[in-house]
């Protein structure tokens, strides 16, 4: 049986990132990320045309992440119970977060103006190094809620 300690750790990690990416969605609708968000869209669209790039309006971009969000933040019970296909989605959650902060900073560096979002993109990026430290190597239910 896996370590309550190691669950817990894994437990607050996953939530400090979904905390994270909280944090960055209010920075990106602060500073209108959509916006510029639609534009690129627009762009790859006509650069590739075959990959479907969508564009959202504001309400529906709110709707889509705030429920992403809620949604991260109640998948975090099967951490605690020791769900073994928490594994890999915590790997992948991780690795997307990691390239949206990255993306973020690289968009800044190559346009050298402050891209929406850069701001808590360090904090998103150190939350998904910490997430992908915490996840245990193996995981074995525990049977209860801790």
Known sequence: MINVRVLRRWWFAWNLLTLAFALHFI?????????IY??????LRDYLPSIPWPTF??????????TAIAVLFAL?????RGVGC?????????V???GNGLLHI??????????????????????????LFCIPRHV???GQIL
């Open 38 to 43: 639609n534009l690129m869209a627009g762009k």
């Open 27 to 35: 920075d990106e609708a602060l500073n209108d990320f959509l916006s």
């Open 86 to 94: 928490m594994r890999p989605i915590s790997y992948v959650y991780a």
């Open 57 to 66: 309006t504001f309400s529906t971009w709110m709707t889509v992440v705030v």
């Open 140 to 142: 074995q239910p525990t």
């Open 76 to 80: 975090s019970i099967f951490i605690l």
């Open 106 to 131: 690289a968009v800044t560096i190559y346009t050298a103006s402050l891209m929406p979002g850069v701001l808590s993109s360090p904090l998103l990026l150190a939350a998904a190094v910490y997430l």
């Open 96 to 98: 997307i977060m990691l």
